[in-house]
Protein backbone atom coordinates (compact mmCIF):
# COMPACT_ATOMS: atom_id res chain seq x y z
CA UNK A 1 0.00 0.00 0.00
CA UNK A 2 1.15 3.61 -0.40
CA UNK A 3 1.83 5.71 1.94
CA UNK A 4 0.02 8.84 2.13
CA UNK A 5 1.59 11.99 2.66
CA UNK A 6 0.92 14.13 5.64
CA UNK A 7 1.25 17.28 3.97
CA UNK A 8 -1.03 16.41 1.25
CA UNK A 9 -3.68 15.29 3.55
CA UNK A 10 -3.23 18.44 4.96
CA UNK A 11 -4.07 20.19 1.95
CA UNK A 12 -7.03 18.44 0.96
CA UNK A 13 -8.62 19.24 4.33
CA UNK A 14 -8.17 23.14 4.13
CA UNK A 15 -9.63 23.28 0.55
CA UNK A 16 -12.07 21.21 2.33
CA UNK A 17 -12.74 23.65 5.24
CA UNK A 18 -12.27 26.50 2.76
CA UNK A 19 -14.88 25.03 0.42
CA UNK A 20 -17.30 24.99 2.92
CA UNK A 21 -16.88 28.62 4.76
CA UNK A 22 -18.32 30.71 1.89
CA UNK A 23 -22.32 28.71 2.01
CA UNK A 24 -21.83 28.54 5.88
CA UNK A 25 -21.22 32.38 6.17
CA UNK A 26 -24.25 32.76 4.01
CA UNK A 27 -26.26 30.55 6.09
CA UNK A 28 -25.02 32.41 9.13
CA UNK A 29 -26.37 36.12 7.31
CA UNK A 30 -29.71 34.26 6.56
CA UNK A 31 -29.87 32.85 10.32
CA UNK A 32 -29.33 36.23 11.20
CA UNK A 33 -31.89 38.14 9.47
CA UNK A 34 -34.41 35.21 9.99
CA UNK A 35 -33.61 35.67 14.08
CA UNK A 36 -34.15 39.79 13.98
CA UNK A 37 -37.19 39.48 12.00
CA UNK A 38 -38.32 37.39 14.48
CA UNK A 39 -37.41 39.61 17.80
CA UNK A 40 -38.74 42.79 16.01
CA UNK A 41 -42.60 39.91 15.77
CA UNK A 42 -41.71 39.22 19.81
CA UNK A 43 -41.58 42.64 20.57
CA UNK A 44 -44.50 44.08 18.50
CA UNK A 45 -46.83 41.38 20.58
CA UNK A 46 -49.92 42.77 22.22
CA UNK A 47 -50.42 41.65 25.56
CA UNK A 48 -46.95 39.37 25.68
CA UNK A 49 -46.92 37.39 28.54
CA UNK A 50 -43.80 38.52 30.54
CA UNK A 51 -41.18 35.96 29.36
CA UNK A 52 -40.92 37.33 26.26
CA UNK A 53 -39.37 40.30 27.37
CA UNK A 54 -36.26 37.86 27.15
CA UNK A 55 -36.49 38.13 23.12
CA UNK A 56 -35.37 42.13 24.09
CA UNK A 57 -32.13 41.43 25.48
CA UNK A 58 -28.46 40.68 25.04
CA UNK A 59 -28.16 37.26 25.20
CA UNK A 60 -30.39 35.96 22.71
CA UNK A 61 -28.75 37.95 19.75
CA UNK A 62 -25.68 36.72 21.35
CA UNK A 63 -26.64 33.04 20.86
CA UNK A 64 -26.91 33.34 17.16
CA UNK A 65 -23.54 34.44 17.01
CA UNK A 66 -22.44 32.16 19.04
CA UNK A 67 -23.89 29.05 17.39
CA UNK A 68 -22.79 30.22 14.07
CA UNK A 69 -19.04 30.36 15.40
CA UNK A 70 -19.28 26.43 16.94
CA UNK A 71 -19.91 25.73 13.48
CA UNK A 72 -16.25 26.21 13.14
CA UNK A 73 -14.37 24.36 16.16
CA UNK A 74 -10.91 25.12 15.67
CA UNK A 75 -10.83 27.98 13.61
CA UNK A 76 -11.55 31.06 15.61
CA UNK A 77 -10.93 33.78 13.19
CA UNK A 78 -13.33 32.28 10.28
CA UNK A 79 -15.65 31.80 13.23
CA UNK A 80 -15.75 35.60 14.43
CA UNK A 81 -16.12 36.66 11.17
CA UNK A 82 -19.28 34.31 10.81
CA UNK A 83 -20.10 35.37 13.73
CA UNK A 84 -20.14 39.19 12.88
CA UNK A 85 -22.01 38.36 9.95
CA UNK A 86 -24.72 37.03 11.71
CA UNK A 87 -24.82 40.15 13.84
CA UNK A 88 -25.23 42.51 10.68
CA UNK A 89 -27.95 40.03 9.74
CA UNK A 90 -29.94 40.42 12.75
CA UNK A 91 -29.58 44.27 12.65
CA UNK A 92 -30.34 44.22 8.82
CA UNK A 93 -33.43 41.90 9.68
CA UNK A 94 -34.97 44.01 12.39
CA UNK A 95 -34.46 47.31 11.27
CA UNK A 96 -35.67 46.38 7.80
CA UNK A 97 -38.77 44.62 8.85
CA UNK A 98 -38.83 47.88 11.44
CA UNK A 99 -38.94 50.48 8.46
CA UNK A 100 -41.40 48.56 6.52
CA UNK A 101 -43.78 47.79 9.27
CA UNK A 102 -43.56 51.07 11.26
CA UNK A 103 -42.33 53.75 8.34
CA UNK A 104 -39.68 54.81 10.92
CA UNK A 105 -35.58 54.32 10.53
CA UNK A 106 -33.65 54.06 13.54
CA UNK A 107 -31.43 56.97 14.66
CA UNK A 108 -29.18 54.21 15.92
CA UNK A 109 -28.59 52.05 13.29
CA UNK A 110 -25.25 52.88 12.96
CA UNK A 111 -24.02 52.49 16.37
CA UNK A 112 -26.02 49.00 16.24
CA UNK A 113 -23.94 48.22 13.54
CA UNK A 114 -20.83 49.09 14.79
CA UNK A 115 -21.59 47.27 17.88
CA UNK A 116 -22.78 43.90 16.26
CA UNK A 117 -19.49 43.97 14.26
CA UNK A 118 -17.98 44.10 17.65
CA UNK A 119 -20.16 41.59 19.68
CA UNK A 120 -20.75 39.32 16.66
CA UNK A 121 -16.86 39.11 16.41
CA UNK A 122 -16.38 38.16 19.85
CA UNK A 123 -19.52 36.08 20.63
CA UNK A 124 -18.25 33.99 16.92
CA UNK A 125 -14.91 33.57 17.99
CA UNK A 126 -16.11 32.19 21.54
CA UNK A 127 -18.83 29.90 19.90
CA UNK A 128 -15.39 28.33 18.06
CA UNK A 129 -12.83 28.56 21.25
CA UNK A 130 -15.40 26.26 23.65
CA UNK A 131 -15.35 23.52 21.37
CA UNK A 132 -11.88 23.29 20.37
CA UNK A 133 -8.93 21.35 22.10
CA UNK A 134 -7.54 24.62 23.56
CA UNK A 135 -8.82 24.30 27.63
CA UNK A 136 -7.26 27.91 28.32
CA UNK A 137 -9.43 29.14 25.51
CA UNK A 138 -12.66 28.35 26.54
CA UNK A 139 -11.77 30.27 30.08
CA UNK A 140 -12.67 33.93 28.31
CA UNK A 141 -14.43 32.48 25.49
CA UNK A 142 -16.91 30.73 28.50
CA UNK A 143 -17.15 34.39 30.25
CA UNK A 144 -17.83 36.18 27.04
CA UNK A 145 -21.13 33.74 25.93
CA UNK A 146 -22.28 33.63 29.99
CA UNK A 147 -22.17 37.25 30.56
CA UNK A 148 -25.17 38.46 28.37
CA UNK A 149 -27.22 36.08 30.33
CA UNK A 150 -25.84 37.32 33.95
CA UNK A 151 -26.67 40.97 32.61
CA UNK A 152 -30.38 40.07 30.98
CA UNK A 153 -31.68 38.31 34.51
CA UNK A 154 -30.10 41.13 36.42
CA UNK A 155 -31.23 44.35 34.65
CA UNK A 156 -34.93 42.02 34.90
CA UNK A 157 -34.38 42.11 38.63
CA UNK A 158 -33.03 45.06 38.57
CA UNK A 159 -36.48 46.63 36.55
CA UNK A 160 -39.32 44.00 37.40
CA UNK A 161 -38.27 43.74 41.65
CA UNK A 162 -42.38 43.86 42.74
CA UNK A 163 -42.77 40.86 39.82
CA UNK A 164 -43.71 37.90 41.87
CA UNK A 165 -45.32 36.03 38.36
CA UNK A 166 -43.51 34.35 35.59
CA UNK A 167 -41.04 37.49 34.62
CA UNK A 168 -39.30 37.27 37.91
CA UNK A 169 -39.23 33.42 36.99
CA UNK A 170 -37.98 33.59 33.57
CA UNK A 171 -35.48 36.53 35.28
CA UNK A 172 -33.71 33.62 37.72
CA UNK A 173 -34.13 31.19 35.06
CA UNK A 174 -31.92 33.57 32.71
CA UNK A 175 -29.49 33.96 35.88
CA UNK A 176 -28.91 30.22 36.55
CA UNK A 177 -28.15 29.14 32.95
CA UNK A 178 -25.98 32.26 32.90
CA UNK A 179 -24.03 31.01 35.96
CA UNK A 180 -24.00 27.27 34.98
CA UNK A 181 -22.18 28.14 31.60
CA UNK A 182 -18.27 28.61 32.89
CA UNK A 183 -18.85 25.37 34.70
CA UNK A 184 -20.52 23.78 32.14
CA UNK A 185 -17.80 25.01 29.32
CA UNK A 186 -14.79 24.32 31.67
CA UNK A 187 -12.78 20.94 32.85
CA UNK A 188 -11.25 21.85 36.13
CA UNK A 189 -12.39 23.87 39.13
CA UNK A 190 -10.14 26.35 38.65
CA UNK A 191 -10.74 27.53 34.85
CA UNK A 192 -14.92 27.34 36.10
CA UNK A 193 -14.28 29.50 38.96
CA UNK A 194 -11.78 31.56 36.47
CA UNK A 195 -14.66 31.99 33.94
CA UNK A 196 -17.25 32.21 36.19
CA UNK A 197 -15.71 35.47 38.09
CA UNK A 198 -14.94 37.11 34.32
CA UNK A 199 -18.28 36.33 33.15
CA UNK A 200 -19.65 38.52 36.14
CA UNK A 201 -17.17 41.31 35.78
CA UNK A 202 -18.43 41.37 31.80
CA UNK A 203 -21.89 41.06 33.20
CA UNK A 204 -21.07 44.57 35.03
CA UNK A 205 -19.64 46.44 32.21
CA UNK A 206 -22.57 45.71 30.01
CA UNK A 207 -25.04 47.23 33.01
CA UNK A 208 -22.82 49.76 32.56
CA UNK A 209 -22.57 50.45 28.98
CA UNK A 210 -26.39 49.79 28.77
CA UNK A 211 -26.77 52.78 31.15
CA UNK A 212 -23.83 55.43 29.52
CA UNK A 213 -25.64 58.29 26.88
CA UNK A 214 -24.48 57.59 23.27
CA UNK A 215 -24.43 61.75 22.79
Not at 9 to 36: I, K, N, Q, W, Y
Not at 70 to 77: K, L
Not at 169 to 175: H, I
Request: glycine fraction near 12%; hydrophobic fraction near 55%; charged fraction near 15%.
Amino acid sequence: MLACDPATEGDDRARSARRRTAPAFLAAALVGMAAGVFTFGMKRLDDAPPWLGFWHGVAPWGVAAALAGAAFAGRWRAAAVAGAITQLGLVAGYYTIESVALGTVSTDLSVHTAVGLVAGALYGASGALVRGPRHGARVPASGFLAAPWLADGSRTLLDDVTDSGSGLAVAVGVLLFGAVLPFALNHSPRTRVAGFALAIALAVLILWTKHVPLG
